[in-house]
Nanobody, 131 residues
Framework: EVQLVESGGGLVQAGGSLRLSCAASGFTFDDYDIGWFRQAPGKEREGLLCISRSDGGTVYADSVKGRFTFSRDNAKNTVYLQMNSLKPEDTAVYYC????????????????????????WGQGTQVTVSS
């Protein structure tokens, strides 16, 4: 069974940092496209970054570029989202996702990142940034 479990969310003051983790079971991240997403109350889900399984290329949404960074630990089959210089508008539930389908991937358009056919999602972890 494919499973993704996020952790590391919490309450942080504006300007602070958090590192989210996403542990996978039932599959290996190397074989999937990977992405981090978030959804704030009353808003649509927003793509933050995606990593291509084919060449490791990474795309970041303009809203987080320079503040958020992706990393991975293959030995632990875990990926991370390092979030720095957090703002109140970063408050959301954060999800990691993995795409196994041949057409899975992400598209960068007009500063935003859009996922295509990501079929495995974690349960999410809440991040709250206070002003």
């Amino acid at each position: 069974e494919v499973q993704l479990v996020e952790s590391g969310g919490g309450l942080v003051q504006a300007g602070g940092s958090l590192r989210l983790s996403c542990a996978a079971s039932g599959f290996t991240f190397d074989d999937y496209d990977i992405g981090w997403f978030r959804q704030a109350p009353g808003k649509e889900r927003e793509g933050l970054l995606c990593i291509s399984r084919s060449d490791g290329g990474t795309v970041y949404a303009d809203s987080v570029k320079g503040r958020f960074t992706f990393s991975r630990d293959n030995a632990k089959n875990t990926v991370y989202l390092q979030m720095n210089s957090l703002k109140p508008e970063d408050t959301a539930v954060y999800y990691c996702a993995a795409g196994s389908r041949p057409n899975a991937g992400c598209v960068y358009y007009s500063g935003r990142v859009y996922e295509v056919e990501y079929d495995n999602w974690g349960q999410g972890t809440q991040v709250t940034v206070s002003s």
